[in-house]
């Protein structure tokens, strides 16, 4: 089994374990170290001794089985490994899929949104501390520290092993879903490393999103995420060419895109929209699917899309999507204006490889070749994607081939 092969297994299976080992010790610190410890030995003897019948069972054993080893050894820790003793034995082990709770049990009440996020990452997403760092443009070290402190606090709680009632689990929704969200987009656009995807990342958010829509099927906003991630999942056969290369959305092939859930993800943002629910990810779902519909790049409905992101702009504050909101309104009045509102997010963005390469792209389009060359050779050296760095620099280097001036420079003015 080559790497990539067991790491697709493992990756879903790692919360689900995790779940059934800290719901049974009621330890969710040692739970998660005892799972990692598992999931490495797993990795060391699956490809040569082969995967076992029930994947799932061996890495709850496993794991089972090393933090018993470990409580027995803690003096300290004796009247929990007595509790442990009485649960069930570990095998066989329950089909049941605690996933689900794990993350209600990270966006715990006492956590920060931003702490009970960077936690569930680490423990249901699957992704090292680095790429949560990544996705908050925080340093490493300060993202290891809210983890530990998260952990800390959940240990400290003694919150019991379930999911929220109703009242509380409205409190804690929001996070969960905002976690979804980030780990659906690591496994479409990994934060770092080769290749563009992660494909087993992405498709356990989005089945942890339908089992949230299965629990909550009138709730607006769990909607409109799991149509978003439809949406977007649905043009992932045309993103990359042969050899790996990211595709842009204006050059994709859209007879590739799936249309089955292009069908599946705009009926549940229309249900949404009617119903008079238009939160954040409905929206966002409701600009995937302007672009989805569209049989042809020139069909694209430019205004709706652009509304829409002024609409999401007032909600949110967020700067990404005045970055995207830029893209729109170049492509309805002009570059010009799209590059005069880019300006207004150098402090707000600054250092991030995507501002660059949208007022690269800009630049392009505005005929302003020797600065979109600057700009998308910055974006390549800032980004940590490989398939991401291949796209800006040969972006850069089209540029550079098309637009050859007297003395090696380049054609345009920097005005």
């Given at each position: 089994?080559?790497?990539?092969?067991?790491?697709?297994?493992?990756?879903?299976?790692?919360?689900?374990?995790?779940?059934?080992?800290?719901?049974?010790?009621?330890?969710?610190?040692?739970?998660?170290?005892?799972?990692?410890?598992?999931?490495?030995?797993?990795?060391?003897?699956?490809?040569?001794?082969?995967?076992?019948?029930?994947?799932?069972?061996?890495?709850?054993?496993?794991?089972?089985?090393?933090?018993?080893?470990?409580?027995?050894?803690?003096?300290?820790?004796?009247?929990?490994?007595?509790?442990?003793?009485?649960?069930?034995?570990?095998?066989?082990?329950?089909?049941?899929?605690?996933?689900?709770?794990?993350?209600?049990?990270?966006?715990?009440?006492?956590?920060?949104?931003?702490?009970?996020?960077?936690?569930?990452?680490?423990?249901?997403?699957?992704?090292?501390?680095?790429?949560?760092?990544?996705?908050?443009?925080?340093?490493?070290?300060?993202?290891?520290?809210?983890?530990?402190?998260?952990?800390?606090?959940?240990?400290?709680?003694?919150?019991?092993?379930?999911?929220?009632?109703?009242?509380?689990?409205?409190?804690?929704?929001?996070?969960v879903?905002?976690?979804l969200?980030?780990?659906?987009?690591?496994?479409?656009?990994?934060?770092?490393?080769?290749?563009?995807?992660?494909?087993?990342?992405?498709?356990?958010?989005?089945?942890?999103?339908?089992?949230l829509?299965?629990?909550?099927?009138?709730?607006?906003?769990?909607?409109?995420?799991?149509?978003?991630m439809?949406?977007t999942?649905?043009?992932?056969p045309?993103?990359?060419?042969?050899?790996g290369?990211?595709?842009?959305?204006?050059?994709?092939?859209?007879?590739?895109?799936?249309?089955?859930?292009?069908?599946?993800?705009?009926?549940?943002?229309?249900?949404?929209?009617a119903?008079?629910?238009?939160?954040?990810?409905v929206?966002?779902?409701?600009?995937?699917?302007a672009?989805?519909?569209?049989?042809?790049?020139?069909?694209?409905?430019?205004?709706?899309?652009?509304?829409?992101?002024?609409?999401?702009?007032?909600?949110?504050?967020?700067?990404?999507?005045?970055?995207?909101?830029?893209?729109?309104?170049?492509?309805?009045?002009?570059?010009?204006?799209?590059?005069?509102?880019?300006?207004?997010?150098?402090?707000?963005?600054?250092?991030?490889?995507?501002?660059?390469?949208?007022?690269?792209?800009?630049?392009?389009?505005?005929?302003?070749?020797?600065a979109?060359?600057?700009?998308?050779?910055?974006?390549?050296?800032?980004?940590?994607?490989?398939?991401?760095?291949?796209?800006?620099?040969?972006?850069?280097?089209?540029?550079?081939?098309?637009?050859?001036?007297p003395g090696?420079?380049?054609?345009?003015?920097?005005?």
């Amino acid at each position: 089994m080559s790497g990539n092969r067991l790491e697709d297994l493992l990756r879903p299976l790692a919360p689900q374990v995790l779940g059934v080992v800290a719901r049974r010790f009621r330890d969710f610190d040692a739970a998660e170290d005892a799972v990692q410890d598992a999931l490495l030995e797993a990795a060391r003897d699956w490809p040569s001794g082969g995967v076992p019948d029930n994947p799932r069972g061996w890495l709850v054993q496993a794991a089972s089985h090393r933090l018993t080893d470990r409580l027995r050894s803690d003096l300290a820790r004796r009247r929990r490994e007595e509790a442990a003793a009485r649960e069930p034995s570990p095998s066989p082990v329950a089909k049941t899929d605690d996933t689900l709770v794990l993350l209600f049990l990270c966006a715990h009440p006492a956590l920060t949104p931003a702490s009970a996020i960077a936690l569930t990452l680490r423990a249901v997403g699957g992704l090292t501390t680095a790429e949560i760092a990544g996705a908050f443009l925080v340093p490493e070290a300060t993202m290891a520290q809210r983890i530990s402190r998260a952990k800390a606090r959940i240990k400290a709680s003694a919150v019991p092993f379930r999911l929220p009632e109703p009242g509380e689990r409205e409190a804690r929704l929001r996070s969960v879903l905002h976690v979804l969200y980030l780990v659906f987009n690591e496994g479409y656009t990994r934060s770092a490393g080769p290749g563009l995807h992660r494909t087993a990342l992405s498709a356990e958010a989005t089945r942890l999103t339908r089992l949230l829509h299965r629990m909550l099927p009138d709730d607006g906003e769990v909607a409109g995420l799991l149509a978003l991630m439809l949406l977007t999942d649905a043009r992932r056969p045309a993103r990359t060419g042969p050899s790996g290369e990211l595709v842009p959305l204006a050059e994709q092939d859209r007879t590739k895109w799936d249309r089955a859930l292009i069908r599946e993800g705009v009926a549940l943002v229309t249900e949404a929209l009617a119903r008079g629910d238009a939160g954040e990810y409905v929206l966002q779902a409701a600009i995937a699917a302007a672009h989805d519909v569209a049989l042809r790049v020139e069909d694209t409905d430019w205004d709706r899309i652009l509304r829409t992101y002024r609409l999401l702009e007032r909600m949110t504050d967020n700067p990404v999507v005045s970055l995207n909101r830029a893209i729109a309104t170049a492509m309805v009045h002009g570059p010009a204006a799209g590059l005069a509102l880019l300006a207004t997010l150098d402090d707000r963005l600054a250092g991030h490889h995507r501002l660059d390469a949208v007022r690269a792209h800009l630049l392009a389009l505005a005929g302003d070749a020797a600065a979109a060359v600057e700009n998308y050779d910055t974006a390549a050296a800032r980004t940590t994607n490989t398939a991401e760095r291949q796209y800006l620099t040969t972006r850069a280097a089209r540029l550079r081939q098309a637009a050859p001036a007297p003395g090696g420079g380049l054609r345009g003015s920097r005005s």
